[in-house]
T-cell receptor, first 119, second 110 residues
C-alpha cells in the first residue's frame, strides 16, 4: 500500500513568487492535513480538508491556501513568498478525523515533506 | 485554548535504560492520543496510538493513558542509540483537528 506522496520534495523560490505543493494521500484516506515545520519548531497546523471541504484552518495569513480534489488529492499554495516561509511542509492523511471519536481512523500518516527555501 | 504540553528536553538516557516521555493535555473531551517519532530532517512517523485508560504495549514501547489526570506517557525499554529522536505527542479533541505538543528531544547515550 503506497504511502502519502508529496511533490516536489525540494524547491527554491525567490521572494514574491508563489508556490504550489501537491499531496496524494494513502488510498482510501479522505482527510488531508497540511503542516509547516521550521527548524527547531513544532508542527504548525495549516488546514485540514475532508471530502473537498476545508474543516479546520490554522492561524496563517491568507497567502496560504489549499484545496482538495474529488480523488482526495490536495494542493496547497503560498503566494507572495517571504523569507520566513522557508520550511518543511508536511502533508498527512487519515481515513477521517472523527469528532471526539476513539478511532484508529483518526491516525494520520505523514508524507516525506516538501522542503521549501525562499531566497 | 486547547493545549498539549511536553518537556522540550533534551532528555538524556543511557543505552539499555528506560526512557520515559510525558505529555499533558487540557481538553477533557479528548479521545485519541498518538505518539510520533521524528528524526532530524525527516517527517514524523507513527509509533502508536491509545484511546483507553491504562497501558498499551508494542514491542519495546508502552503508552500509558490516564484521562482523569489528563496525561499520556511513552516508555521505551532497552533504549537504543537509534531511538534518539524528537518524540511528538498528539491529541484528538472534539473538533476534527489534532493538537500537537512541541516535542521532546531524546538522546540515548551509548
Amino acid at each position: 500500500k503506497a504511502g502519502v506522496t508529496q511533490t516536489p520534495r525540494y524547491l527554491i523560490k525567490t521572494r514574491g513568487q508563489q508556490v504550489t505543493l501537491s499531496c496524494s494521500p494513502i488510498s482510501g484516506h479522505r482527510s488531508v492535513s497540511w503542516y509547516q515545520q521550521t527548524p527547531g519548531q513544532g508542527l504548525q497546523f495549516l488546514f485540514e480538508y475532508f471530502s473537498e471541504t476545508q474543516r479546520n484552518k490554522g492561524n496563517f495569513p491568507g497567502r496560504f491556501s489549499g484545496r482538495q480534489f474529488s480523488n482526495s488529492r490536495s494542493e496547497m499554495n503560498v503566494s507572495t513568498l517571504e523569507l520566513g516561509d522557508s520550511a518543511l511542509y508536511l502533508c498527512a492523511s487519515s481515513r477521517t478525523i472523527d469528532r471526539g471519536a476513539s478511532s484508529a481512523g483518526n491516525t494520520i500518516y505523514f508524507g516525506e515533506g516538501s522542503w521549501l527555501t525562499v531566497v | 485554548q486547547k493545549e498539549v504540553e511536553q518537556n522540550s528536553g533534551p532528555l538524556s538516557v543511557p543505552e539499555g535504560a528506560i526512557a520515559s516521555l510525558n505529555c499533558t493535555y487540557s481538553d477533557r473531551g479528548s479521545q485519541s492520543f498518538f505518539w510520533y517519532r521524528q528524526y532530524s530532517g525527516k517527517s514524523p512517523e507513527l509509533i502508536m496510538f491509545i484511546y483507553s485508560n491504562g497501558d498499551k504495549e508494542d514491542g519495546r514501547f508502552t503508552a500509558q493513558l490516564n484521562k482523569a489526570s489528563q496525561y499520556v506517557s511513552l516508555l521505551i525499554r532497552d533504549s537504543q542509540p537509534s531511538d534518539s529522536a524528537t518524540y511528538l505527542c498528539a491529541v484528538s479533541p472534539s473538533n476534527y483537528q489534532l493538537i500537537w505538543g512541541a516535542g521532546t528531544k531524546l538522546i540515548i547515550k551509548p
